[in-house]
């Protein structure tokens, strides 16, 4: 069973009011709250365990050295990676995407080479690519979404050359919340010797993935986006592309041996993990991983599919209002915009009343054209909102829409 009032008890953030009202936090694909776990694991790494690991040979060095290698392999196992050294942690997901157009970019994309990416892409996973192809003179292509905001997959054998060298695709839309159907468009990708890149910001915290199922070539998310502290992420990637791949920055711990005037470097991961660590947030980010996973991913995810049911359910008595990305499957992100309201003066006033959602372009520019908006209203829901919590939001969505009208 789903005991959503012990979960509400495990976050702390959830019980705070603003402006005198009680939160409603409806802002989850931006980043999400922690549980208890993580911020006492988090307490615990500052107050009392921290020492520089990989280098000091005294006790707090090791421990933060193991819990860091530690919570490596949890997340080899939570993507089912087949090697814990294809764990690359990052500070999050841009710094990973800019760690591999760096690296793959330097190793693989020459002039005219051609990269491929996706009209819903968040700005993460589309300006790294754009600066590498400017970089290189290479091309950008772009795979283009349908009305109901579903990629249009039957075009993509066609943006395949000879030249491609890598296709860059999101999970899961951050705007549309569609969840793309990546098994099959790897294996489309891989049919034309393209391997792929995959944003999970948006996927990992709604079913999460299995890299080997998939066999996508790399994987990139953010902690904070997962219930982890922010400023830790992961990029994985298969090794044989990890070990052709040059070091991206560079500096202690990703070196084997330095002179004055040579440097040989470290093998995988700590090739890629250049200067002192974020271990603190690194073993929050494996707290996360284990309390979601205590919670259990399919209930989280039947329990989440029941909050957006019922959300869209109500929005739809909201006469001019619009969902965008209707086709299936959906993560619990809520896009839209009402006829006539702006979508920031309306987050606006929801946040007077204390209810937090997203408004704007949503970093997702190249998509707010192809939806002819300068910007949308975002509801986005974690397994911690209640059905009560939408049906107050939705009723002040119906009453601003009156005022502004
Ligand atoms: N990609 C997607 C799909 C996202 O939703 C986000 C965050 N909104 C990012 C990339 C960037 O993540 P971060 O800001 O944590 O690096």
């Given at each position: 069973m789903f005991q959503i009032q012990t979960i509400r008890n495990d976050f702390p953030a959830l019980h705070q009011k603003v402006y005198g009202k009680p939160l409603i936090y409806f802002d989850n694909a931006a980043t999400t709250h922690k549980p208890k776990p993580v911020i006492n694991a988090v307490n615990e790494m500052n107050s009392l365990i921290n020492g520089n690991i990989h280098r000091a040979f005294h006790y707090l060095g090791n421990v933060c050295t193991e819990r860091y290698e530690e919570a490596r392999e949890t997340v080899r196992a939570f993507l089912n990676a087949p090697h814990t050294d294809e764990i690359i942690f990052t500070a999050g997901t841009t710094s990973a995407i800019n760690m591999a157009a760096f690296s793959f970019g330097e190793r693989y994309v020459g002039e005219g080479d051609e990269i491929i990416i996706t009209e819903a892409e968040h700005h993460s996973n589309l300006v790294p690519w754009q600066l590498l192809c400017e970089r290189k003179n290479a091309v950008l292509k772009v795979l283009s979404v349908d009305d109901d905001g579903r990629l249009q997959t039957e075009k993509l054998p066609q943006l395949f050359s000879k030249k491609t060298r890598l296709l860059c695709i999101a999970?899961?839309?951050?705007?549309?919340g569609i969840i793309n159907p990546i098994r099959e468009i790897v294996a489309t990708a891989h049919a034309h010797g393209v391997p792929v890149l995959v944003d999970g910001a948006q996927g990992v915290v709604h079913g999460g993935i299995d890299v080997q199922d998939a066999d996508c070539d790399f994987y990139v998310f953010s902690g904070h986006k997962l219930y982890a502290p922010t400023g830790v992420g992961v990029l994985y990637g298969k090794r044989k592309w990890l070990e052709e791949m040059p070091p991206y920055q560079s500096g202690?711990?990703?070196?084997a041996s330095v002179s004055l005037t040579h440097t040989t470097f470290n093998t995988l991961p700590l090739k890629f993990e250049a200067g002192t660590a974020n271990f603190t947030g690194v073993y929050g980010l494996k707290k996360a991983i284990e309390y979601i996973q205590n919670v259990g991913l399919s209930a989280i995810h039947d329990y989440e599919q029941t909050l957006v049911r019922h959300a869209v359910q109500l929005m739809q008595t909201i006469q001019g209002l619009h969902i965008y990305g209707t086709a299936a499957p959906k993560t619990t992100v809520l896009s839209f915009n009402i006829d006539g309201v702006h979508p920031t003066d309306a987050a606006q006033m929801l946040d007077k009343m204390g209810i937090a959602s997203r408004s704007g372009h949503l970093c997702a520019e190249p998509l707010m054209h192809r939806f002819h908006t300068q910007g949308m209203l975002r509801f986005s829901f974690a397994f911690y909102n209640t059905k009560e919590e939408i049906t107050a939001t939705v009723t002040a969505l119906d009453k601003i829409k009156k005022m502004l009208i």
């Open positions: 999970q899961a839309s951050n705007v549309l202690g711990d990703m070196i």
